[in-house]
């Protein structure tokens, strides 16, 4: 954790919610609608939000959005983009605009959609220099694991990586309990409020342990509507419900938790 010591302090009148990990990035989103997105999104005091850009020609759309209040930028690399090019662009653009982003991520491993094995080890190769060029940066870690949660795992371990966020985690109940003895973070999706495979979630991950995300556009609570940071008011008091807690006090710990892994200087 970077910053032990920040406190967010929320009463009933002044909660602040923090979105741990979306995608305010072309396709879903042009330029002309973030001011909107951002604006309704603090209107349900969603103050913080980490914007994940993941490919290259999203990287100079993703940087922009931190004009907004309370934005802040992840850099990261799609499990299929394995290439030397794209590993290139992606450290070339982080050492360009290094004090601009919070984390390295989301990267990981994608065994939903690559099925063949010599491309998945591809992706494991590409995972270890990723890690390690976060470790050499002294940059947290955001990890994409779907239905490769056990290499992602080990993998990190292997690292001996400290400052780690699973996003969307969907691993086994003794996955979530490896995670939470690794002092890691893992966030919930606001999918959780109708899917029961993250309820389980909710109620497993500690609170010291867990943030919320929209990963937006995706997990919309909308049907055919794109998802948004907004949304994150909804989750946590359904999680604040599951867990018998406050939604205050939740929401404080999350957004603590938020802060201090991305290293945000607020109070």
Not at 168 to 197: H, L, M
Request: glycine share 4%.
């Amino acid at each position: 954790m970077k910053n032990p010591n920040i406190e967010i302090k929320t009463g009933e009148n002044d909660i602040i919610f923090a979105d741990a990990h979306c995608h305010l990035l072309p396709p879903w989103f042009k330029f002309s609608q973030i001011e909107a997105v951002i604006e309704r999104a603090r209107s349900k005091n969603v103050k913080i939000i980490i914007n994940s850009a993941i490919s290259a020609d999203n990287y100079e759309f993703g940087l922009r959005t931190t004009e907004f209040p309370g934005v802040y930028l992840s850099l990261g690399l799609g499990p299929s983009s394995v290439s030397e090019e794209d590993f290139n662009t992606f450290t070339k653009y982080f050492r360009t605009n290094k004090d601009k982003i919070v984390a390295i991520g989301e990267i990981g491993l994608d065994y939903h959609w690559t099925k063949e094995s010599l491309k998945q080890e591809k992706q494991r190769i590409n995972l270890h220099k990723l890690i390690q060029f976060a470790l050499e940066n002294k940059k947290p870690i955001v990890i994409h694991s779907r239905k490769a949660e056990k290499d992602a795992i080990e993998i990190l371990q292997e690292m001996n990586a400290k400052d780690v966020l699973m996003h969307c985690f969907d691993g086994t109940d003794e996955q979530v309990k490896q995670i939470v003895e690794e002092g890691w973070f893992i966030s919930v999706p606001t999918s959780a409020v109708y899917r029961k495979n993250y309820k389980r979630k909710i109620d497993l991950i500690p609170p010291r342990n867990l943030m919320f995300e929209t990963d937006s556009p995706f997990h919309s609570l909308e049907q055919g509507k794109n998802n948004e940071p907004s949304a994150i008011s909804i989750l946590c008091k359904h999680a604040a419900d599951l867990k018998q807690m406050k939604n205050e006090e939740l929401a404080r710990i999350t957004t603590e938790n938020v802060c201090n892994f991305y290293g945000l200087n607020l109070s």
